[in-house]
């Protein structure tokens, strides 16, 4: 007999009827107190050599459906190698294929990057003696919002992440910047942190994550459409960074995203605020190109479609940061499924693969180090 279990750190599925294997029913639960559903991660039991048929019933009125296109499921029986596996989508349900080696074994929407990893991660850096580490405030939930501090130079420099919670790869993005930025034998790291001060926020939305939330935190809110009225009620976790941003200054910003649909790495920027300087642009620009020619993974051509100025979304970090302090502010994206410029088919985007573009990032981030600064 198998069973379906999801009540763990990161956890999400409902369960329909999984008493025949070859027709384990499933549905995605939606995020508590907002309609979002995309992220799953459960684990099925019970399933040595056993062939799986998983049928997520719902997955046609998800989120964005139009992610399921050309996707494929992760599984992993050590929570640590996530391999892509047997997945069709009709339209309506997603039907994932797998006959698994071991008792138990791990379904996810991507590799899951939990919130004991994230506690793993902020530890390991303050153990390592580079970071200091911050705690913002607390979370709806109470949980500790943290920030890490990496060197002492003049430019402040922001990176954040995972507002957005069932984006998982955001995690192993930080999880590859933290550990480039706590290597003492690091020559980038090294000159970065002697010319800024990188403030790094790893998660900020602590209780989405460990509640398995695709899009909202506790109680519903889209973080990253409230950085224009952000409240202790409603976005604790945006209205913390901004006071503490407000204090540091920001000559440069990342906010590190998933997009469930499209292919690529590509980098979301501030074209849609009021009245944008060619200066203010150009380190966009220069941006995207530097870090293209650095990794084959980040490409400049596909992405979201340009607002024009002042049609922009101000209630975006992104839109809010570019135009609040006249620095870059830049979203970067990266895929659920693989990147269709440069595929690995057996793995898709992945770990180890977002951890990477982590070190292009803070590279193209040193080449620019001059360009980097607030009042464009
Ligand atoms: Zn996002």
């Not at 000559?251 to 944008?276: K, Q, S, T």
């Not at 922009?312 to 970067?332: V, W």
Request: proline residues 7%; contains cysteine; hydrophobic residues 40%.
């Amino acid at each position: 007999m198998i069973h379906v279990s999801s009540q763990f750190d990161s956890g999400n599925i409902e369960v329909v009827a999984a008493d025949s294997p070859d027709a384990v029913r499933l549905r995605i639960a939606k995020d508590g107190a907002a309609d979002f559903f995309q992220w799953f991660h459960f684990r099925v039991s019970g399933a040595r050599g056993v062939p799986l048929t998983l049928i997520i019933e719902n997955a046609g009125s998800s989120s964005y459906p139009k992610g399921w296109e050309g996707y494929r499921a992760v599984a992993s029986t050590d929570r640590q190698d996530w391999r892509r596996v047997e997945t069709g989508y009709d339209g309506t349900a997603l039907t994932i294929r797998h006959t698994p080696d071991a008792d138990a074994v791990w379904f996810a929407y991507f590799a899951p990057y939990s919130l004991d990893r994230h506690d793993d991660l902020v530890a390991r850096a303050q153990a390592r003696g580079t970071a200091r580490l911050e705690r913002l405030g607390a979370t709806l939930d109470g949980r500790d919002l943290d920030m890490l501090t990496f060197g002492s130079g003049p430019k402040p420099l922001w990176v954040i992440a995972r507002q957005h919670p069932g984006e998982s790869m955001c995690g192993w993005f930080m999880d590859g910047l933290v550990d480039r930025l706590c290597d003492p034998y690091d020559p980038v790291a090294r000159a970065l942190m002697a010319q800024a001060t990188l403030r790094v926020v790893p998660n900020m939305n602590p209780d989405g994550v460990f509640r398995g939330h695709l899009r909202t935190n506790a109680k519903g809110a889209n973080l990253n459409r409230e950085w224009r009225e952000p409240s202790l009620e409603n976005s604790p976790e945006v209205f913390h960074t901004i006071r503490r941003m407000e204090a540091t200054g920001v000559a440069m910003c990342l906010d590190v995203h998933g997009d469930e649909a499209l292919p690529y790495n590509f980098i979301a920027g501030y074209e849609g605020i009021p009245d944008p300087s060619e200066a203010h642009l150009a380190r966009l620009t220069r941006y995207k190109d530097e870090l293209a020619r650095l990794t084959p993974d980040f490409q400049t051509e596909h992405g979201y479609p340009k607002p024009a100025p002042g049609k922009g979304n101000l209630t975006t970090s992104t839109g809010y940061i570019a135009s609040t302090f006249r620095c870059a502010a830049m979203t970067l994206e990266m895929p659920f499924k693989d990147t269709a410029n440069n595929p690995m088919p057996e793995v898709g985007w992945s770990p180890d693969r977002s951890r990477r573009l982590a070190g292009h990032c803070l590279e193209a981030m040193l080449l620019m180090i001059d360009d980097w600064e607030a009042g464009l």
